[in-house]
């Protein structure tokens, strides 16, 4: 239940005849997950075309939320969708119209949630939400301090991530932090050393005082790094590669807009294969962790979509898929029910409205000119 922490704006349509059965107003309950005891608060209302949509916090953590893919209701049965955790919540409206008696799943135990309707005497108070300071558009930003160290043999897993002050990374590779900080896939970086290539490094590096770093400014101080301690200096070309472009699919997208701070860092991730999370993420932040992660070649976005959005994406991997996991160890488990989830460009057309495409494209490389193992800590 460690990523429970931040729950959910949901907006979803929902067909007027159902609206019938009503759950407007605010609900509450309380969530036990092992030793805790989280609050959780659930306001609905209407929208001026007859939807739904919906507000879920959980109090007891700071009142944050997490935008649903989707929320739905049918006769007396509502079930709602968290991508940013993921989750889902399923309950049914009893006959009083007074209590939700559902679940709430996330991972391999479903935990039980009745919420109850609330009024305005015996409602929970959401505390205010305050964002962290963001560290100014025009400041230089560097690392404070960073230590690089080979990645224990045999170590499992795969990733880079931030979690406060600190970014770490876990049996990443020279090409790797190039690919991130950059913003490029693998097969857009030309002539690393054979004996770089597979070396691999765990980093820790703490973000010097100031604010929070938003991810462009994340990725230059990852470039001051690889050109500091790995002596990394290249140069920019074009070649034609063989790519996947993605596009809107007929029908529209089916994103949900997020309600986090746009200037903040994304959450995109995986719970496993086949299944990724995304929170206040952009389409060039879910291009550059599939290209990185799930796919053997880079992504041209096409979609032409502004904005950041929350949602999720399930599918079932075929060999070809996540080969830079495969390499790093034992591999998570693949996503529930997996048998039931389709193809990978099935999924993203009928999840998110979007479209995958196996094209060549004139795409950007990055072609080294030095680089090196990375200097003492």
Not at 123 to 136: G, N, V
Not at 194 to 203: G, H, Q, T
Not at 283 to 304: E, K, N, S, W, Y
Not at 362 to 370: E, K, P, T
Request: aromatic residues 8%; charged residues 20%; hydrophobic residues 40%.
């Amino acid at each position: 239940m460690k990523t429970l922490v931040r729950w959910l704006v949901a907006f979803a349509a929902i067909p007027s005849a159902l609206i019938a059965q009503s759950i407007v107003g605010t609900w509450q309950g309380t969530l036990k997950a092992g030793s805790q005891e989280l609050r959780i608060v659930l306001k609905v209302a209407t929208t001026d075309n007859d939807t739904l949509k919906a507000m879920f916090y959980s109090i007891d953590q700071g009142g944050a939320s997490f935008p649903a893919s989707s929320l739905a209701m049918q006769a007396s049965v509502v079930k709602m969708s968290i991508p940013g955790i993921p989750g889902t919540y399923e309950g049914k409206v009893e006959g009083d119209g007074k209590t939700i008696t559902g679940t709430w799943s996330q991972g391999p135990k479903p935990l039980p949630l009745t919420l109850t309707r609330a009024t305005a005497e015996t409602a929970w108070t959401i505390p205010e939400q305050q964002r962290p300071k963001a560290l100014p558009a025009d400041s230089n930003p560097a690392f404070e301090v960073a230590t690089i160290k080979p990645s224990a043999p045999g170590q499992p897993g795969f990733g880079i991530g931030v979690r406060g002050r600190r970014l770490s990374t876990i049996n990443t590779t020279v090409v790797d932090l190039i690919t991130f900080a950059y913003q490029v896939q693998v097969k857009q970086v030309l002539g690393v050393p054979a004996s770089l290539e597979s070396e691999k490094y765990d980093v820790s590096a703490e973000f010097e005082q100031g604010g929070v770093p938003n991810l462009p400014q994340l990725q230059v101080m990852l470039q001051k790094l690889l050109a500091e301690r790995f002596q990394l200096a290249f140069h920019r070309d074009k070649k034609e590669l063989s790519v996947y472009a993605l596009t809107v699919a007929k029908g529209g997208q089916k994103l949900t807009p997020s309600g986090r701070d746009p200037n903040g860092l994304p959450g995109v991730g995986f719970r496993g294969l086949g299944k990724l999370f995304a929170s206040n993420a952009t389409m060039a932040d879910f291009a550059g962790v599939m290209q990185g992660t799930a796919l053997d070649r880079p992504i041209v976005d096409q979609t032409g979509i502004q904005g950041r959005y929350d949602f999720s994406l399930n599918w079932t991997p075929d060999e070809f898929q996540f080969a830079r996991l495969r390499n790093a160890g034992p591999l998570p488990p693949a996503s529930a029910n997996s048998e039931e989830a389709p193809d990978l460009f099935t999924a993203i057309q009928q999840q998110l409205g979007l479209k995958l495409e196996a094209t060549k494209a004139l795409a950007d490389v990055i072609a080294i000119d030095r680089v090196q193992k990375p200097s003492e800590n």
